[in-house]
């Protein structure tokens, strides 16, 4: 993927209501300028893929979409097969992606495994609440500690795609910090239209903790419907979403290219906040 095919990725995924910004592509092309794949038949674009890599450790695919009036022709299947042979040759350890459960047989067929389920949540436009004053978050985590709370709890070093979101004002962090450490930090990508929380991190949080962040970013957010990722596992992070009227509209899985991998701590992320970076 080159610069010039960024309107047409944007065209793309708008008619499929990702809410992919030429801002996110951009971003993606920086973080990993080989790794964003457009399909054409002569000067004709027909689909995308991006991928993301941390590291060795762990690469991510995302964005598959082929165009309505080439689909079924396994246009798809091609970009999968080329991001995937991509992050082998660049050494990725594990390969993995999320992908929604009527997907989920296209990638098994590419040699994906299921392994944990996860929900796609969402909050309607409510109406905006008075806005509180947020002492009650404590000091906030400087990023050194929010970014090893991150890596802890992802299982991978994220800190690129993490500073690159917040330089680009695409997103903010409510977060709280205990001694020197951080334990939970908040990510919210705002638009005019809707919002996203996540990623969304808590390392042994208090009991109420994951209540109160939730609290101060649905008050910063005020109207604005939101959006969110979590494991279907994770029984602490859905209580406190279902509780904050959060209700589930899709349901997908993670998937590992050839093997399972254990990484991370999946009981600490409260929120996948990135379905096509991880």
């Not at 457009?38 to 450790?57: C, E, I, P």
């Not at 990023?143 to 004002?169: P, T």
Request: glycine share 8%; proline share 4%; charged share 30%.
């Amino acid at each position: 993927m080159r610069r010039e095919d960024i309107p047409f990725a944007v065209r793309l995924t708008n008619g499929e209501k990702w809410g992919v910004t030429r801002t996110d592509l951009e971003r993606l092309i920086r973080l990993n300028p080989r790794g964003c794949f457009v399909a054409y038949d002569g000067n004709r674009r027909l689909g995308l893929t991006t991928t993301t890599a941390y590291g060795k450790k762990l690469a991510w695919i995302g964005n598959v979409i082929v165009h309505r009036k080439y689909r079924g022709r396994h246009i798809g299947r091609a970009l999968v097969e080329q991001a995937t042979l991509h992050l082998q040759e660049t050494g990725a350890e594990h390969i993995a992606l999320y992908c929604y459960k009527e997907q989920a047989s296209f990638y098994e067929n590419l040699g994906f495994l299921r392994d944990r389920p996860f929900l796609r949540l969402r909050r309607r436009a409510a109406k905006a609440e008075r806005f509180k004053k947020e002492s009650d978050l404590k000091r906030p985590p400087s990023m050194a500690s929010l970014l090893a709370a991150d890596m802890q709890a992802f299982g991978a070093d994220r800190s690129k795609l993490i500073r690159a979101v917040l330089a680009d004002d695409a997103g903010w962090i409510l977060g709280f910090a205990h001694g020197t450490s951080s334990t939970s930090y908040l990510m919210v990508k705002e638009s005019a239209e809707e919002c996203e929380f996540g990623p969304w991190i808590c390392l042994d949080p208090s009991s109420d903790e994951p209540s109160r962040m939730m609290r101060q970013a649905l008050i910063r957010v005020g109207s604005l419907p939101v959006e969110v990722g979590c494991l279907r596992g994770n029984r602490p992070a859905m209580r406190t979403l279902k509780m904050n009227g959060f209700r589930a509209i899709r349901e997908g899985y993670r998937m590992f290219f050839q093997e399972k991998a254990k990484i991370g701590d999946d009981n600490a992320q409260y929120g996948l906040g990135f379905l096509d970076k991880g």
